[in-house]
């Protein structure tokens, strides 16, 4: 991955605040220095897909681009019963495991590195993707970010099961109108789901195969 890229986010993940402890849904993890963090005062993508998705009964769960493993662990605390954690950044892979077994979920959850799908070898019933957001105006860094979701697009199918769902999230200063055309391209049936806060408006889109494809 392109290192721009990664060292704008270690950059930005490491500023005060944005790392130490963090609580979403009841939950609470370590996020260590500049990984990504599940905070509302850092996002509000993870505490939306919180409030979408709230039981995984039964379900396998692929968190893609984990961070401090958080949507995981909530994968696991809310039933699911195998689980995979996967980032590309080294640092964020250790936070997430540390996490995992402060929770006593390594028996569930099984965290390692990976550029998106490039070592993931299973099929998921459901697939979390919190992948990074730019704003077009940042030119570069937007359009890496634009391929990055575009690979997503591309491999969705091979690690999706036949009537699983997947749910990306983006954000009203995010480059919506790019991610708004992969989707349509994909043949992805979705639903929006989005909440308004002062400073931006956030969304997942829900995303499932039309019947004709199962």
Same mark, same amino acid.
């Given at each position: 991955?392109?290192?721009?890229?990664?060292?704008?986010?270690?950059?930005?993940?490491?500023?005060?605040?944005?790392?130490?402890?963090?609580?979403?849904?009841?939950?609470?993890?370590?996020?260590?220095?500049?990984?990504?963090?599940?905070?509302?005062?850092?996002?509000?993508?993870?505490?939306?897909?919180?409030?979408?998705?709230?039981?995984?009964?039964?379900?396998?769960?692929?968190?893609?681009?984990?961070?401090?493993?958080?949507?995981?662990?909530?994968?696991?605390?809310?039933?699911?019963?195998?689980?995979?954690?996967?980032?590309?950044?080294?640092?964020?892979?250790?936070?997430?495991?540390?996490?995992?077994?402060?929770? +006593? #979920?390594?028996?569930?959850?099984?965290?390692?590195?990976?550029?998106? /799908? &490039? =070592?993931?070898?299973? $099929?998921?019933?459901?697939?979390?993707?919190?992948?990074?957001?730019?704003?077009?105006?940042?030119? +570069? #860094?937007?359009?890496?970010?634009?391929?990055?979701?575009?690979?997503? /697009? &591309? =491999?969705?199918?091979? $690690?999706?099961?036949?009537?699983?769902?997947?749910?990306?999230?983006?954000?009203?200063?995010?480059?919506?109108?790019?991610?708004?055309?992969?989707?349509?391209?994909?043949?992805?049936?979705?639903?929006?789901?989005?909440?308004?806060?002062?400073?931006?408006?956030?969304?997942?889109?829900?995303?499932?195969?039309?019947?004709?494809?199962?």
């Amino acid at each position: 991955m392109n290192s721009l890229f990664l060292n704008f986010w270690k950059e930005r993940n490491s500023r005060p605040g944005y790392y130490g402890k963090a609580t979403v849904a009841g939950i609470t993890v370590n996020v260590h220095k500049g990984v990504y963090s599940p905070d509302p005062k850092c996002t509000h993508a993870t505490t939306l897909l919180t409030n979408i998705v709230s039981d995984f009964t039964g379900k396998s769960v692929l968190d893609l681009g984990t961070g401090s493993g958080f949507l995981a662990i909530y994968a696991a605390k809310h039933g699911a019963t195998r689980c995979t954690a996967v980032d590309i950044q080294t640092e964020a892979v250790e936070n997430a495991r540390e996490n995992v077994a402060n929770f +006593d #979920l390594s028996g569930v959850i099984e965290v390692f590195e990976s550029d998106l /799908f &490039d =070592e993931v070898t299973r $099929k998921y019933d459901v697939i979390l993707a919190n992948l990074p957001i730019m704003d077009p105006e940042w030119t +570069d #860094l937007n359009q890496f970010a634009n391929r990055v979701n575009q690979r997503f /697009f &591309d =491999e969705l199918d091979s $690690k999706l099961e036949a009537d699983g769902k997947a749910y990306i999230s983006s954000t009203s200063w995010g480059d919506l109108p790019e991610l708004k055309r992969m989707i349509v391209e994909s043949g992805y049936q979705y639903k929006i789901h989005s909440e308004e806060l002062p400073d931006a408006v956030w969304y997942v889109f829900e995303l499932s195969r039309p019947n004709d494809r199962l």
